[in-house]
Each structure stands twice: as structure tokens, then as C-alpha cells.
């Protein structure tokens, strides 16, 4: 039933639940006054900055997936399908701003794949680019998230038999989804900051990189 249930909310995510990175760019400016124009301009701000926006994105997303928990998990068992349903959501989500802010978008198939084999890494499944060679491209997407449904399927049902009692299960189901998402999110994180820092190893010109304040940087906004 888990695996079902996460397989069905990630291919939602994959064809419903989509950061507008346009958007999300206009924001991030606005919020953090970055001036930056695309996503890719991220190679250039100090690397230390790009990690605390990245920290922000991590510690945003399990608050409200600990919120999500807290109130779908009232109804212990019951509320089991729904939950995982918004979880893989509020975790996909998660893993495109992380993508972003990292300076990679998803616009081309190439770098949707990349996304979803980040998403394979924070699973902390390792698929290799072998894995990407040996289907075709409107395949390698579906064939991941059978893998992340398996993997988050037995993951989160051997963690759930506390839920079992209703009302009392919202705390326990509240800490599951926080821990749960924190995972995923710090080994997204590793993901794309070596990837980010190949990128810059290529040699990005020192006086295009954005030294900005560590110290009092705005907090993003909730993952919702």
C-alpha cells in the first residue's frame, strides 16, 4: 500500500507539482535582494551563501511536512495514502528549489532527468549514469520513481506502525515526516553542491563571484 501510495504521489509531483523557476527566481531576488538574472548566476555568488539558502529551503520544508504529519496523522491509519500523497509533494518541491538555488533548472528533459536522478540520491539510491544509458528517455523518469516508490514504500512502513492508534499517532507521524524530509534534503543537498562545486571548479572568473552577507540574510518563505 506505501509503495503504492508513493509511487502514485510521485508521478503527481512529476506531472502536476512543478516550481516555477522564473517565479521562484523573481522571489528569491525580492526576498534576498540577490542581483542575479538567471538561475545559472548561482555559480557566482559565494558558495557559503548558496549553502545558507539551501539550509533555509531543508529546514522550511520539514517544518511543514512535520505540520502536514501532525494534522493528517489524527486519524491514524486512515490517513496514511493522503499523507504520503502530500509528502512526496512537499519533498519533490523541495528538491527543485534545492535545484535551483544550486543553479540548475529543470527545463529540458536532460535536466528533468537530472532532477529525478537527484531525487534517487536523496533516496540514497545509486543508479549511476549506466542506469540512464540503458533506457529510453521517456523511461528513465517513470523507472526512477519505481525505484523511489520501492525504496520510500519499505522506508516509511517500517517507521509507521505507530500510527496505528488515531489522535495519539499525530505526534509520532508530525517527527516522521520531519526527520523523514531532513534526509532526504541533506543528501539532496550533498547532490547538488558537488555538482555545484564541478561546476565552479571549471574556473569561474574570481571577480564575477558575488560576495554577499552571511549574516542577516532574510529567511525564505514556507515550502508550501
Request: proline share 5%; net charge positive.
Given at each position: 500500500m506505501m509503495q503504492t501510495s508513493a509511487r502514485?504521489?510521485?508521478?503527481?509531483?512529476?506531472?502536476?507539482?512543478?516550481?516555477?523557476?522564473?517565479?521562484?527566481?523573481?522571489?528569491?531576488?525580492?526576498?534576498?535582494?540577490?542581483?542575479?538574472?538567471?538561475?545559472?548566476?548561482?555559480f557566482h555568488v559565494e558558495e557559503s551563501i548558496v549553502h545558507g539558502y539551501a539550509n533555509q529551503i531543508i529546514q522550511s520544508s520539514?517544518?511543514?511536512?512535520?505540520?502536514?504529519?501532525?494534522?493528517?496523522?489524527?486519524?491514524?491509519?486512515?490517513?496514511?495514502?493522503?499523507?504520503?500523497?502530500i509528502l512526496t509533494a512537499i519533498t519533490i518541491r523541495m528538491l527543485q528549489r534545492l535545484s535551483l538555488v544550486y543553479g540548475f533548472e529543470y527545463q529540458s528533459e536532460e535536466e528533468t532527468t537530472d532532477l529525478w536522478m537527484a531525487a534517487a540520491s536523496a533516496a540514497g539510491l545509486d543508479l549511476g549514469r549506466d542506469f540512464v544509458g540503458k533506457h529510453a528517455a521517456e523511461m528513465i523518469v517513470p523507472r526512477i520513481i519505481d525505484r523511489l516508490a520501492i525504496k520510500m514504500g519499505s522506508e516509511v512502513a517500517e517507521k509507521w506502525a505507530g500510527r496505528l492508534v488515531p489522535v495519539i499517532s499525530a505526534g509520532f507521524a508530525a517527527t516522521?515526516?520531519?526527520?523523514?524530509?531532513?534526509?532526504?534534503?541533506?543528501?539532496?543537498?550533498?547532490h547538488f553542491a558537488e555538482r555545484h562545486r564541478q561546476v565552479r571548479a571549471h574556473g569561474l572568473p574570481q571577480s564575477r563571484i558575488l560576495n554577499l552577507p552571511v549574516?542577516?540574510?532574510?529567511?525564505?518563505?514556507?515550502?508550501n
Open positions: 502514485a504521489g510521485f508521478l503527481k509531483a512529476y506531472q502536476t507539482v512543478q516550481i516555477d523557476p522564473q517565479k521562484y527566481l523573481a522571489e528569491m531576488k525580492r526576498a534576498h535582494r540577490l542581483p542575479i538574472h538567471t538561475w545559472s548566476d548561482m520539514m517544518r511543514t511536512a512535520g505540520l502536514e504529519g501532525a494534522g493528517l496523522g489524527l486519524g491514524g491509519m486512515m490517513t496514511i495514502v493522503p499523507d504520503a500523497g516522521l515526516n520531519y526527520y523523514f524530509v531532513r534526509a532526504w534534503g541533506r543528501r539532496a543537498q550533498k549574516t542577516g540574510t532574510p529567511r525564505l518563505r514556507s515550502a
